[in-house]
């Protein structure tokens, strides 16, 4: 084949196609310049080029040409020598940086890696990161929040270290945060029943992995075989008792919103409560409070179609939905034990397990079946006055023996310890 043939790619027959329209007149400049996505100007410079030079027109001038800035072989071999030794192993893009400064040769990363490739060149490679995509906000407010929390010391030594627990919709970017002494069950569902109040109850709740918000628990081969459903973590069952959808993320990316919200917190709010000198958590949620309706009104979105909330009816008891629930044993003196604690029971009922559940305001209900039993604390028995006044006495030691006691004429004796004869032995 000639050097000076030049083979049109599907493009340009493309291109020509749609160019012999406008010369054969089947279709405006116009169309064809937006189906071509260039000016009304180009297509009338291509269309004088065909029909000067033929169909080969439709293809660029510079096609098959060398570019004016290709390095001369001569450096192009003098860079790969120095990368096989010199630099062996190196990236293309610390190699190229190396080049330039140690040698004074200045050539693109981009352009040393395809060198390396054509050579086949092994380097060491940039691990790849997963691919994330990006994601459009729901449609409508309350169809999902993120959440999560963030552990930082948001007093600055002032006062004890804070978590930031915080809710955003995915939809407005209206949020509801608060501080707590830790990242737990009680602060997870305590956020959440007062998120629910303040603004409804969402359809979806976004969470990463953190063992509060998912259970670690693997059911056993026989439980499997049964249908037992898998074990869920309190908050799990908590959202499935509101009939709340929850979605676990496999990274943190996942959650940008929240993510983000965090890094902007950390920014501006410590500074705020530094203003302010807050130094305890009760001030910090107290200006929270305040704080969280200028944010909001500042940065929240309108949705762009509707509200998903569903109103806390009153059929739905949030306090008892927001706890966490734990059957415990009924014993036959209708007595059942919970957190080292002793209750007795002053209902009377037929039943195994009672089920009782901790509140997120710190009170303790017990239950059998939807009906609230009462209940009273048995204080433990006192330990008995003579263990409490007996006083432990020192270990005496063991006395010394006489210098004449057996013992210590065997234990000193100088004589030899003698065999017994065995009969029988020569």
């Avoid at 190229?96 to 380097?123: P, V």
């Avoid at 059911?219 to 309190?234: M, Q, V």
């Avoid at 008995?384 to 007996?390: I, V, Y």
Wanted: glycine residues 4%; contains cysteine.
């Amino acid at each position: 084949m000639r050097e000076d043939i030049i083979v049109m790619d599907k493009e340009d027959r493309r291109r020509l196609h749609l160019i012999q329209q406008v010369i054969e007149k089947k279709a405006s400049q116009k169309e064809i310049a937006e189906a071509l996505e260039l000016s009304d100007r180009q297509i009338r410079r291509i269309v004088k080029r065909i029909r000067k030079e033929g169909d080969a027109g439709v293809i660029h001038r510079l096609r098959g040409k060398k570019s004016n800035r290709k390095f001369a072989t001569e450096i192009r071999e003098k860079m790969l020598d120095l990368y096989r030794g010199k630099y062996a192993g190196f990236g293309p893009t610390l190699a190229a940086e190396k080049l330039q400064e140690l040698d004074g040769i200045r050539i693109s990363d981009e352009t040393l890696r395809h060198w390396l490739i054509e050579e086949e060149l092994a380097y060491k490679k940039r691990k790849a990161r997963p691919h994330r995509q990006w994601r459009e906000r729901k449609e409508h407010a309350g169809q999902m929040i993120q959440m999560d929390g963030s552990h930082h010391d948001w007093l600055e030594g002032r006062g004890p270290k804070l978590v930031l627990m915080a809710c955003i919709d995915d939809a407005t970017n209206r949020i509801y945060v608060r501080f707590y002494e830790y990242e737990g069950t009680k602060p997870a569902l305590d956020l959440f029943k007062r998120y629910a109040k303040k603004y409804g109850i969402p359809q979806s709740v976004y969470l990463d992995r953190h063992t509060t918000y998912k259970s670690n628990g693997k059911l056993s081969i026989e439980d499997e075989l049964r249908g037992k459903d898998p074990f869920k973590s309190h908050f799990e069952r908590a959202m499935k008792e509101l009939a709340v959808v929850v979605i676990h993320a496999n990274s943190p990316q996942a959650k940008g919103r929240v993510e983000r919200l965090f890094r902007t917190f950390q920014d501006r709010v410590i500074k705020e409560m530094r203003l302010r000198n807050i130094c305890t958590m009760e001030e910090a949620n107290r200006f929270l409070e305040w704080y969280l309706a200028s944010f909001n009104k500042k940065f929240q979105v309108v949705a762009a179609k509707g509200d998903w909330h569903r109103p806390v009816s009153k059929e739905v008891d949030l306090d008892s939905a927001m706890s966490i629930k734990t059957e415990r044993f009924l014993r036959n003196d209708f007595t059942i034990a919970h957190d080292g604690k002793l209750f007795q029971i002053l209902d009377h009922v037929r039943a195994r397990t009672l089920m009782v559940e901790e509140r997120t305001h710190g009170s303790l209900r017990i239950s059998y079946m939807g009906k609230i039993l009462r209940y009273r604390e048995i204080q433990r028995k006192a330990t008995s006055a003579s263990k409490q006044e007996r006083v432990r006495l020192p270990r005496k030691k063991p006395p010394i023996p006489a210098a004449d006691h057996p013992w210590r004429k065997f234990k000193f004796s100088k004589q030899p310890f003698s065999q017994p004869e065995v009969q029988g032995q020569s």
